[in-house]
């Protein structure tokens, strides 16, 4: 499995490059899973859906399946705060790609969003992590870079590129066992 964080600010284009990234790697063959964080509260069942009524009754978890798809959903009894590890381990092991939304701060390697007009700081010249840019203005970078500045508006240069360095990416669970125990 190889396993490529994603990261910027809010606002960035992260969201609308992975949606055009994962059907580039699907066309070469490929299996594509998302890990992504979410800041707020979030909800993806809906109210007076059996699978929410369970939940609302007190189930610690609740698993639904069709012939199309599983969903899990897990309560916590007190607010946990996962690591992207602990997500990555609860997916399917036979996935050839985990593209990460968010965790900008996660040890993973990644490649950074940046766009000019957003305003914001880059994150490349402080983050170790960050093995790339995909922007959508290389002339305005505020720092020179070594690493390779990829065109954000070029999906299937992004794809081509985590492809061709795909060793790089190469994801060790026994390297971050102790964030998922």
């Given at each position: 499995m190889?396993?490529?964080?994603?990261?910027?600010?809010?606002?960035?284009?992260?969201?609308?490059?992975?949606e055009?990234?994962?059907?580039a790697?699907?066309?070469?063959?490929?299996?594509?899973s998302?890990?992504?964080?979410?800041h707020?509260?979030?909800?993806?069942?809906?109210?007076g859906?059996?699978?929410?009524?369970?939940?609302e009754?007190g189930?610690?978890?609740?698993?639904?399946?069709?012939?199309?798809?599983l969903?899990?959903?897990?309560?916590?009894?007190?607010?946990?705060?996962?690591?992207?590890?602990?997500?990555?381990?609860?997916?399917?092991?036979?996935?050839?790609?985990?593209?990460?939304?968010?965790?900008?701060?996660?040890?993973?390697?990644?490649?950074?969003?940046?766009?000019?007009?957003?305003?914001?700081?880059?994150r490349y010249?402080?983050d170790?992590?960050?093995?790339?840019?995909?922007?959508?203005?290389?002339?305005?970078?505020?720092?020179?870079?070594?690493?390779?500045?990829?065109?954000?508006?070029?999906?299937?240069?992004v794809?081509?590129?985590?492809?061709?360095?795909?060793?790089?990416?190469?994801?060790?669970?026994?390297?971050?066992?102790?964030?998922?125990?």
């Amino acid at each position: 499995m190889k396993v490529v964080g994603f990261a910027g600010f809010s606002g960035s284009g992260k969201t609308q490059l992975l949606e055009r990234v994962i059907p580039a790697l699907r066309r070469r063959g490929l299996r594509v899973s998302v890990a992504k964080h979410a800041h707020h509260k979030f909800d993806i069942d809906h109210v007076g859906k059996d699978t929410f009524r369970h939940r609302e009754a007190g189930a610690f978890e609740v698993v639904v399946a069709s012939r199309n798809r599983l969903a899990l959903m897990r309560e916590f009894e007190r607010e946990s705060q996962l690591s992207v590890h602990h997500l990555i381990a609860e997916l399917y092991d036979g996935v050839d790609w985990v593209l990460v939304e968010g965790f900008k701060d996660s040890d993973l390697h990644k490649i950074e969003v940046w766009r000019a007009d957003a305003g914001k700081d880059a994150r490349y010249p402080h983050d170790e992590f960050i093995v790339a840019i995909a922007t959508d203005s290389p002339d305005r970078l505020p720092e020179a870079t070594l690493r390779p500045v990829l065109n954000l508006n070029d999906a299937e240069a992004v794809a081509q590129w985590l492809v061709d360095h795909g060793q790089r990416f190469d994801y060790d669970p026994d390297r971050h066992a102790a964030h998922h125990v």
